[in-house]
């Protein structure tokens, strides 16, 4: 199995893109830290990663909660002594255009989406960088390379993710450390829960494929990136949008 014994932290992992990640890494041999707000969802992941013959572990943190992050951490390395994988997929959207958008809004998105980012790698850095080793994925979007109407602070957090994404495999690449992103387009989550029917449909119309992406599609790429197979993979931002950006 691909990643046979690896430490993966995951967060966001309660649902969606996040979930099937873990379930995913749980098939592929990995011991999955599961990472999210909700504390019944990450019970829940926890059993189905057990139940897909992984290890796993959940936490119930908020990502933007640097003393949270930095005690799930220290709680992981006790136990595990190592951590091989991290995958920053929490994301939160707050959607409003430009002029009717409120500082709340602006710095919630911020918060989770690029702060959240930043905290976790910083927690685990240190760890990757004795061991010589690690993978950290980040999850950015189509968003974050083209922008979009109606998510100025989504925007500027997935164009962030890819600016930490480009920075950090320059400076952890000569120690032994990928860092990639993934920029899915249109994936079917509870994430677009609040985006309206015909909204859908023309997202639909939009895509070559003529359809929404699965989060299972996402969670093939994470895998692939986060084992050796990918070894000459790093800076790199991989669109997965069914080619909708074409
Ligand atoms: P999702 O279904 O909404 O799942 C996101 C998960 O993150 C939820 O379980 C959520 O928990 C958790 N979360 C939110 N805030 C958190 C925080 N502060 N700390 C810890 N966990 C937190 O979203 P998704 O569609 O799977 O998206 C996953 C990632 O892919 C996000 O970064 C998103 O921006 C990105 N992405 C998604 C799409 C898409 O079309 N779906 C496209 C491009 C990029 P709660 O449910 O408790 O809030």
């Given at each position: 199995m691909r990643l046979e014994g690896k430490v993966a932290?995951?967060?966001?992992?309660?649902?969606?893109?996040?979930?099937?990640?873990?379930?995913?890494?749980?098939?592929?041999?990995?011991?999955?830290?599961v990472c999210d707000l909700n504390r019944d969802a990450v019970s829940e992941m926890v059993d189905a990663c057990r139940e897909a013959g992984g290890v796993a572990e959940g936490f119930s943190i908020d990502v933007s909660n640097r003393h949270a992050?930095?005690?799930?951490?220290?709680?992981?390395?006790?136990?595990?002594?190592?951590?091989?994988i991290l995958v920053n997929n929490a994301g939160i959207t707050r959607d409003a255009?430009?002029?009717k958008m409120t500082l709340q809004q602006f710095d919630d998105v911020i918060d989770v989406n690029l702060r959240g980012v930043f905290h976790t790698t910083q927690a685990v850095v240190d760890t990757m960088i004795e061991q010589g080793a690690g993978v950290i994925l980040n999850a950015s979007s189509v968003?974050?390379?083209?922008?979009?109407?109606?998510?100025?602070?989504?925007?500027?957090?997935?164009?962030g993710v890819i600016g930490f994404t480009k920075t950090w495999s320059r400076e952890l690449g000569p120690k032994g450390i990928r860092v990639?992103?993934?920029?899915?387009?249109?994936?079917?989550?509870?994430?677009?829960?609040?985006?309206?029917?015909?909204?859908?449909?023309?997202?639909r119309e939009q895509v070559p494929l003529r359809r929404l992406g699965k989060?299972?599609?996402?969670?093939?790429i994470y895998a692939f990136l986060a084992s050796d197979e990918a070894s000459y993979i790093n800076g790199a931002v991989i669109e997965a949008s069914g080619g909708m950006t074409l």
């Open positions: 932290i995951v967060t966001g992992a309660g649902q969606g893109i996040g979930a099937a990640t873990a379930r995913k890494f749980a098939r592929d041999g990995a011991i999955v830290v992050v930095d005690d799930m951490v220290a709680s992981v390395l006790d136990t595990y002594r190592r951590i091989d255009r430009l002029q968003v974050g390379i083209y922008g979009n109407y109606g998510q100025t602070n989504y925007a500027a957090a997935k164009f990639n992103a993934i920029a899915p387009g249109f994936i079917d989550t509870p994430i677009l829960s609040t985006v309206p029917d015909e909204v859908i449909a023309r997202m989060p299972e599609e996402i969670a093939n």
